[in-house]
T-cell receptor, first 116, second 111 residues
Framework: NAGVTQTPKFHILKIGQSMTLQCTQD?????MYWYRQDPGMGLKLIYY???????DKGEVPNGYNVSRSTTEDFPLRLELAAPSQTSVYFC???????????????FGPGTRLTVL | GQNIDQPTEMTATEGAIVQINCTYQ??????LFWYQQHAGEAPTFLSY????GLEEKGRFSSFLSRSKGYSYLLLKELQMKDSASYLC????????????FGTGTKLQVIP
């Protein structure tokens, strides 16, 4: 198992540009998450999904969009990038709560995004 | 909503024991998570407590008191590689599928 993979690892974006951060997991997990982490800070939940076709907002959804067309993929879309979106973005997945291992979230390695 | 409070930074000596506290306020309780995050890396799962009491996993133990809204992570026989941030997380009531994190405690282990 590759676990949770994210691409790209690093990216520099210009103000006003758009881009999609990719996240894929091969563990057949229903639950997937996108977090951002600013320097020296904790993780903030952007969006999450409880299964293909179902997504919901987290704490800081403004400026982002997601889709979940398959169990494996959960891309995060940034529209009209702003300097405030400079951050490290982590994708995570977990199996359904109540199932074995459902309490463990597995994180991808992160995407370090700079908006200039 | 929920509120999580942890000390920002702690320093401890190699070989010693350190306790990292986490207090939380949440309507309803769906368990408490502890994660470890080394600088520049992704968080990794340490523990999940649902019931009161102490759970031990090797050098790491996690304690929970639901009535006090309090948890701690106990690290024994500290090693230099334990220098990391330790994140406490409590899912909100009705939002078990959502896991939101505190700001974390940065632990520095010194020789």
């Amino acid at each position: 198992n590759a676990g949770v993979t994210q691409t790209p690892k690093f990216h520099i974006l210009k103000i006003g540009q758009s881009m999609t951060l990719q996240c894929t997991q091969d563990m057949n997990h229903n639950y997937m998450y996108w977090y951002r982490q600013d320097p020296g800070m904790g993780l903030k939940l952007i969006y999450y999904s409880v299964g293909a076709g179902i997504t919901d907002k987290g704490e800081v959804p403004n400026g982002y969009n997601v889709s979940r067309s398959t169990t494996e993929d959960f891309p995060l879309r940034l529209e009209l990038a702003a300097p405030s979106q400079t951050s490290v973005y982590f994708c995570a997945s977990r199996t359904s709560p109540g199932l074995a291992g459902g309490d463990t979230q597995y994180f991808g390695p992160g995407t370090r995004l700079t908006v200039l | 909503g929920q509120n999580i409070d942890q000390p920002t930074e702690m320093t401890a000596t190699e070989g010693a024991i350190v306790q990292i506290n986490c207090t939380y306020q949440t309507s309803g309780f769906n368990g408490l998570f502890w994660y470890q995050q080394h600088a520049g890396e992704a968080p990794t799962f340490l523990s999940y407590n649902v019931l009161d009491g102490l759970e031990e996993k090797g050098r790491f133990s996690s304690f929970l008191s639901r009535s006090k809204g309090y948890s701690y992570l106990l690290l024994k026989e500290l090693q230099m590689k334990d220098s990391a941030s330790y994140l406490c997380a409590v899912p909100p009531s009705g939002g078990y599928q959502k896991v939101t994190f505190g700001t974390g405690t940065k632990l520095q282990v010194i020789p």
